[in-house]
């Protein structure tokens, strides 16, 4: 299923945790902050026939995004972290394990203890 999915994240720091967690390759794409729609078409257009897996902080920043990618890729799947880490990359492992194999990612064993 990981050829079939790409997510956008919006930092190296969320790549790295979310590779680490993930036990199958899947291309992270990182926005590396607030983009413009035009940025966000260069961005995904070598992906266009996969399924878009959005998982962005829950911040200001975070919310522009998912918006704008709301607004152009309407069949994106949104995943969210809960309001108390704020951020993808100070979610706990086992957190962010949860929600990713609740949409059927493969995750590493330990992360799931």
Do not use: W
């Amino acid at each position: 299923m990981s050829d079939e999915r790409v997510i956008i994240v919006e930092g190296r720091a969320d790549k790295t945790r979310l590779m680490r967690i993930l036990a199958e390759p899947v291309d992270i794409i990182c926005t590396n902050g607030t983009i413009s729609p035009y940025r966000l078409e260069e961005l995904l257009t070598p992906y266009e026939e996969r399924e878009l897996v959005v998982f962005v902080d829950a911040d200001e920043s975070g919310e522009k995004i998912r918006a704008l990618v709301k607004r152009e890729y309407p069949t994106a799947t949104h995943l969210y972290t809960e309001k108390v880490y704020h951020q993808v990359e100070t979610t706990p492992y086992k957190v962010l394990a949860t929600i990713l194999q609740q949409v059927n990612f493969n995750i590493r064993p330990e992360f799931l203890r």
